[in-house]
Structure formats: structure tokens, C-alpha cells
């Protein structure tokens, strides 16, 4: 188990006074407004907002969905903007698994394709990527469900499959997007705890988009956002006792 | 992504939207039945005629009176010395006579010489009577210049006078009853024996030429119908044609313009069919190509559909690590998938298609006594090679959009 206190070393994902602006007819209307922050590599950071305050963009512009249209985005001390669209893409499958609010799995495919789609755009061997997308779905609790279709699951699995298929690169950050969003409080709870414990135990960076503030109480750094600018960075004191 | 993946990734997106996959490779499949039918069809017919020109005899060459007439060719019978006759009853009166024999046999590169008349006679066997056509040859060098077959008998000999060789239909099944060899029966009231039977389904007749000009009405000697020469060397053809026409021309005093004679080979008929043949194909295999163009305007629109389907999960696919090109891969393979499944169950319902249409059309003469469709692997694989690519053109810029979607974009799709 990597130890916690390592998060307190180099940022492995860094805004540099970043800015979004979205053109909407002639008005340009900026949801990111000269943003920086550093995330330390281990740390477990949630970003919080009410709605409108910039939060979805951050999440795209840190998962390197989307480019700044001003400021510098460092991935691993990398300048997102100088990469091309291929190696963008390669570096983000590599480095950043994704957890999206309505998990976002392709509906045709079953749990375990699901999981194993990640590995097979990073071409792992045929055997490998099998016996990665297995461990994880045993790690998650679906090792019985593996060969269920999405719409054979419940919220709650449908979720767990979407935390294995961002696990199953080893990225080193977890980017997760209202995780519980679409779930109800035990099953988010249960989420939640998922989350942590790959924190805790796996040392992975975990990035969480949220508007519910006890959802909060799970990450150590708290970033508070409001109309697309930084409000607060503060730590969890509770989490750190 | 490996390219394994790709295609495993495109097969299920055909296998997941069946309907829609079905139909769009309907479409193919009808272009590319229909480009296979009538492609097989014209190589089956430019192999039957082959076949059976070749066995005309590449070194004759027949020459008739009057100007040349585009319908003399398909007037041909089983023999090369069977030239057509249509030219005098074209109504022209230029004619061929022991004069233009005479010049002919000066040339060295002939070999030999057959001059025939030709006409319809009335004949009766056992009460039983009807018309046919009659050819007089000359019967010293008959046997050597056709190209005709004996079944029963032998050939005219120099000696023969009261004699003929028989059609195969005439001595089997023309009269009540058979007219085999030996056998007596009349020609315009005169007696004649059988002493060959051909081995064809003609009701002709061939008798030596000096009886044949008594019996057939309004003949005189020594005017002829038909000459058909042997050339000596077969290598040398043109040149001889060209020989011959130059010395006819000079002894009949015609030029070029008034040239009242044709000459025509049957290498050149064979020539002058196959080309015939082959544009008639090419200009009704182009307007089946059309529907195979509409086959490839629908895979364009089934996969412009499947990316606007397909826009989240492609999105999805961008967020979790997927590179420009593995997108556009899946794309442009389903594309192909779809072309090729196509072209191939194409294939299989064109040369159904092609087998029917060959046997509606069999008692055409020219298809007759063969099969005349011919499904080659040439045309197959050219199928199969246009309609993947058909599909893959159709495809490239429904696959280069998706695989141009940003990951945020498309993301946010619903």
C-alpha cells in the first residue's frame, strides 16, 4: 500500500491560470476565469460548486477532453496544448480513468467488454487485457456479473463496472464526475467508499466533480468554485485526523 | 488498437443494427447481382462464340458478289465454306464467274479453291415432302476445304455425280421417316442417294456442283454464289485477303469505291463478334454499375446514420483512450464490412441470376448448344474488390467525421 503522505510531492496535474470561454452567438461567455491549482500526485481532491460555477468545464479541461482557450494545463509536467490529438489521447488513456455521472457504458457491450475496451485501445495482449479486465471486476465485486450487459445491472453495478473500466489502464488519476450522482444515498455511500479505499490503498490521484458537499468529507483537498473562479482550497481536517 | 479489434468492433455494430445493415446491403447486393449477371452472361456468350467460330477454320476465306452486308456474318452456318448468298438476293447483279476463279487460282499463297451455289429445293421421302436449302461444292476439293463433320457415310468423292451428303436433321427426323445412307430420295423429281449424313442438326443438303446448278431453278454453270479459298498460310491472312481483293479488283476493273465483291474470313468474323460481344457487355454492365453507385450512396447513409447513433459511444471510446484513428478504423471497416457482405451474397444471386437468364436466352442460336454463363474468378473477385471498396469510399467521410468528434463534444450527445 502506497502511503498517503506522498501526495505532498510534485503536482501531477497543474492549472496555470487557465480560461474557458464558450462563444454562444456573438457573446463569449467565460466559464473559467484564470484558474491555477495543483493537484499533488496521492491527493484526493474534490471540487465543489453549485451549478453553473464552472465545475463540468474544470472537469473536462483537467481530463483533457477539452483545451484551455487561455493558461496552461501540465498532465505530468506536459503542456496538454502541444500534444496532438492522437497523443492526447493516448497520454489521457494511459494516465486518467473516468467515472461519469451516468457511467457512460457502450450499452451493446457486456461488464467484462466494457472493462476490457480501455485495454484493448492501449493494445494490451489478448490474455493480459482478459485476466486485467477479471481482477478488476473481482476487485469491484462483479466477478459474477462479468458477462451481464449494462442494462442488466443495477445503478449501482452499472457504476462499479465504470470504476473497473477507469481502473483497468492503472491510470494514475481517477477522474470521476458526480460519482453518485445517479445512485441513491446507500449505493453512493458504497461508491464513495470504493473511491476511497483505491485512494487509501492503491495511491491513485483521485479528482472528484461534486455538488453535494458531504460528499466532500471523502476527499482530502476541498476546492470550492464559484462563477469560474476559485473560491477556497481547503483541507479536510477530519479526513487528515 | 489493433486492426483484430477494429474489425471485431465493426462486426458488432453491423450485428447490432441488423435491420438497418440489412437493408443497406441489399442495396449493394442488387448492383452487384446485376454487374455479375451481365458480365458472366458476356463472357459465357463470348465463349460460345469462340467455340464455335473456332471451329470454322481460321484459313478460309469466303468472298460473294456485291458489297459487303453487316447482317452476313450472323448468316453463317456450321461450315466455312458456307459463306452467305444474301447478296444477290440483296438484289444485286454483280456476280462471281470461272473468270474470278481463274485469277484466284494464279495466287500462290491459295492453297485451294471451292466454288458453290446455293439454293431452296423441294424434296420428298416416303410421301412425306418439304423446302430446304441446297449447297452445289465443288466436290474434288469439298471434303478438304469444310469444316463440316460426317456422322454417317463419307464426304463427296471427285467421281460423285448422283449423290449428296445430308444435314443431320434432315436424314433423322425431318421426314416421317429416317433417310439413311443408301437411301433414295428426290431433289426438285430427280432421284439422289444418300452417301453421308453430317453430324449437325441441319436440314441442308451438298451435292456436287455441276448436278446441283440442273436441279436448283435458275442456276447456269460456271456463275457461283459463294468462292471460298484456303489460304496457305494462316499467319498470313490479311495479307492474303488484301492480295486477293487487289486481284479481284483488277480483273472485275472496279476500284475501291464501286467494289462490287466482299471478302470476309471467318477469323475476322470471330474478331469482329467478340468485339461486338464485349461492347454490348461493357455499355449494359456500366448501367448496372449505376445501381451499384445507389448501392454505395446507401452505406454512405447508413453510416452518416450510425455516427449520429454512435456519437456518445465514440465519445466515450476518445475519453477512455481511443486515438483518431483507431475511430476512424471502425468506421471505415464497417463500411467494408457491409460492401463486402454485399458483394458477396451479390455474387452468389448473380450467378443465379446469371444461370436463369442463360437458359431463358438458350435457344438463341448464338447461345445455343452451350453453357453459356461463366462466373469467373476474375468478375468474382473484381466484385468483391469494387463493392468493399464501394463501401469504404462510401464510408470515409461519415468514418473521418466521427473520428474528427471531440471527446467533449460528443460526450455531451444525446
Redesign the interface.
Known amino acids: 500500500m502506497k502511503k498517503r503522505a506522498e501526495f505532498q510531492g510534485e503536482a501531477i496535474l497543474r492549472l496555470q491560470d487557465v480560461w474557458k470561454i464558450y462563444k454562444m452567438g456573438a457573446v463569449d461567455v467565460p466559464a473559467l476565469r484564470g484558474v491555477s491549482l495543483d493537484i499533488k500526485q496521492g491527493d484526493f481532491v474534490a471540487i465543489t460548486g453549485a451549478s453553473g460555477s464552472g465545475k463540468s468545464t474544470m472537469m473536462n479541461l483537467m481530463g483533457c477532453l477539452d483545451i484551455p482557450s487561455r493558461g496552461h494545463i501540465y498532465l505530468k509536467s506536459r503542456d496538454i496544448s502541444t500534444l496532438s490529438e492522437s497523443d492526447l489521447a493516448s497520454f489521457r488513456g494511459r494516465t486518467i480513468g473516468f467515472v461519469f455521472q451516468q457511467y457512460n457504458l457502450i450499452p451493446s457491450m457486456s461488464a467484462f467488454e466494457n472493462v476490457l475496451l480501455p485495454l484493448e485501445f492501449l493494445e494490451y495482449s489478448d490474455r493480459d487485457a482478459a485476466r486485467r479486465a477479471k481482477e478488476i471486476l473481482d476487485i469491484v465485486g462483479l466477478g459474477e456479473r462479468m458477462h451481464h450487459c449494462p442494462a442488466q445491472l443495477s445503478g449501482g453495478q452499472q457504476q462499479r463496472v465504470s470504476i473497473a473500466r477507469s481502473l483497468a489502464g492503472n491510470p494514475e488519476i481517477i477522474l470521476a464526475d458526480e460519482p453518485s450522482g445517479a445512485l441513491d444515498s446507500v449505493t453512493g455511500k458504497k461508491i464513495m467508499e470504493l473511491l476511497s479505499k483505491l485512494w487509501k490503498e492503491e495511491g491513485k490521484t483521485i479528482i472528484m466533480i461534486t455538488h453535494e458537499l458531504n460528499l466532500a468529507k471523502y476527499a482530502h483537498t476541498i476546492v470550492e468554485l464559484k462563477d469560474g473562479q476559485i473560491m477556497r482550497i481547503h483541507e479536510n481536517r477530519e479526513i487528515i485526523k | 488498437?489493433?486492426i483484430t479489434?477494429s474489425f471485431k468492433h465493426a462486426f458488432?455494430m453491423v450485428r447490432?443494427s441488423k435491420l438497418r445493415s440489412w437493408l443497406t446491403i441489399i442495396g449493394i447486393v442488387i448492383g452487384v447481382a446485376a454487374v455479375i449477371a451481365i458480365v458472366s452472361l458476356g463472357e459465357g456468350m463470348q465463349e460460345a462464340v469462340n467455340s464455335r467460330m473456332s471451329g470454322l477454320g481460321g484459313d478460309i476465306v469466303t468472298i460473294t458478289p456485291g458489297a459487303s452486308h453487316g447482317g452476313e456474318m450472323f448468316a453463317m452456318r456450321g461450315g466455312g465454306d458456307r459463306g452467305s448468298g444474301a447478296s444477290q438476293a440483296a438484289g444485286n447483279t454483280a456476280t462471281l464467274t470461272r473468270t474470278d476463279v481463274q485469277v484466284l487460282r494464279g495466287m500462290p499463297d491459295i492453297a485451294m479453291i471451292d466454288t458453290n451455289i446455293r439454293g431452296t429445293v423441294n424434296v420428298s421421302y416416303l410421301g412425306k415432302s418439304g423446302k430446304v436449302s441446297m449447297t452445289g461444292v465443288d466436290q474434288r476439293v469439298w471434303s478438304q476445304i469444310t469444316t463440316s463433320k460426317i456422322k454417317a457415310g463419307r464426304m463427296l468423292d471427285p467421281a460423285d455425280q448422283n449423290v449428296v451428303v445430308i444435314g443431320g436433321r434432315l436424314a433423322s427426323s425431318y421426314f416421317s421417316q429416317p433417310l439413311g445412307i443408301n437411301k433414295m430420295f428426290s431433289i426438285e423429281g430427280k432421284a439422289f442417294r444418300v452417301v453421308g449424313v453430317l453430324d449437325d442438326q441441319s436440314t441442308s443438303i451438298d451435292m456436287p456442283i455441276a448436278m446441283a446448278s440442273q436441279v436448283i431453278p435458275d442456276k447456269s454453270t460456271d456463275v457461283y454464289d459463294t468462292i471460298v479459298v484456303k489460304v496457305k498460310d494462316q499467319n498470313q491472312l490479311n495479307d492474303t485477303i488484301i492480295n486477293i481483293q487487289a486481284k479481284l479488283m483488277t480483273a472485275r476493273h472496279v476500284s475501291e469505291k464501286n467494289m462490287d465483291f466482299s471478302i470476309t474470313s471467318n477469323k475476322q468474323m470471330q474478331e469482329t463478334m467478340a468485339q461486338t460481344i464485349g461492347s454490348m457487355s461493357a455499355f449494359l454492365a456500366a448501367i448496372a454499375a449505376v445501381s451499384l453507385i445507389v448501392g454505395a450512396i446507401g452505406i454512405a447513409n447508413t453510416m452518416f446514420t450510425s455516427v449520429l447513433e454512435k456519437t456518445?459511444?465514440i465519445?466515450?471510446?476518445?475519453?477512455?483512450?481511443?486515438?483518431?484513428?483507431?475511430i476512424l478504423m471502425i468506421f471505415l471497416i464497417k463500411a467494408a464490412l457491409i460492401g463486402l457482405i454485399g458483394g458477396i451474397l451479390g455474387v452468389i444471386l448473380g450467378a443465379v441470376l446469371s444461370g436463369s437468364m442463360a437458359s431463358l436466352i438458350g435457344n438463341m442460336p448464338i447461345a445455343r448448344g452451350g453453357g453459356i454463363a461463366i462466373v469467373s474468378l476474375n468478375s468474382v473477385l473484381m466484385a468483391l474488390f469494387v463493392s468493399s471498396g464501394a463501401g469504404i469510399i462510401a464510408g470515409i467521410v461519415p468514418a473521418y467525421q466521427a473520428s474528427k468528434l471531440?471527446?467533449?463534444d460528443a460526450?455531451r450527445y444525446e
Not at chain 2, 315 to 326: E, L, P, S, V
Open positions: 488498437m489493433k479489434k458488432n447490432h456518445k459511444e465519445g466515450i471510446m476518445k475519453a477512455i483512450g481511443a486515438r483518431n484513428r483507431d471531440k471527446p467533449v460526450l
